[in-house]
Nanobody, 116 residues
Framework: QVQLVESGGGLVQAGGSLRLSCAASGSIFSINAMGWYRQAPGKQRELVATVSSGGSTGYADSVKGRFTISRDYAKNTVYLQMNSLKPEDTAVYYC??????????WGQGTQVTVSS
C-alpha cells in the first residue's frame, strides 16, 4: 500500500500565501513524477504543477509566476508554494505521484479557500 499525506491547506485572504506538502510512504518502489492538481466546484480536475524525477518543472498558465513546486527526494515529499493567491485559486488540491511502473497514486485532497 502507498499512502500520500497532504497538509497545508486552509483559508487565506486574496494576496496571501500557503504552502502545501505531500509526503509519500509505504510500498512505493521508486517515484518518478510528482505533481499537484486541483478541482473547483463544478469543474474538472486540472493540472497545477509537476516536477519530474530529474527536477524539471511545469506549470499551468494560470499559476505561472505565483506558484512554485519543489520536491525533497530523500523524504519523498513534494511541496507547492502558493503566493499572490486569488479567489479563483479556491479548490481542493490533490497530490499525484507516479512511480517508475507508471502507476499513479493520489492524495485525499486538501481544501484551499481564498477570500476576496
Amino acid at each position: 500500500q502507498v499512502q500520500l499525506v497532504e497538509s497545508g491547506g486552509g483559508l487565506v485572504q486574496a494576496g496571501g500565501s500557503l504552502r502545501l506538502s505531500c509526503a509519500a510512504s509505504g510500498s512505493i518502489f521508486s517515484i518518478n513524477a510528482m505533481g499537484w492538481y486541483r478541482q473547483a466546484p463544478g469543474k474538472q480536475r486540472e493540472l497545477v504543477a509537476t516536477v519530474s524525477s530529474g527536477g524539471s518543472t511545469g506549470y499551468a498558465d494560470s499559476v505561472k509566476g505565483r506558484f512554485t513546486i519543489s520536491r525533497d527526494y530523500a523524504k519523498n515529499t513534494v511541496y507547492l508554494q502558493m503566493n499572490s493567491l486569488k479567489p479563483e485559486d479556491t479548490a481542493v488540491y490533490y497530490c499525484r505521484v507516479t512511480d517508475n511502473y507508471h502507476t499513479d497514486y493520489w492524495g485525499q485532497g486538501t481544501q484551499v479557500t481564498v477570500s476576496s
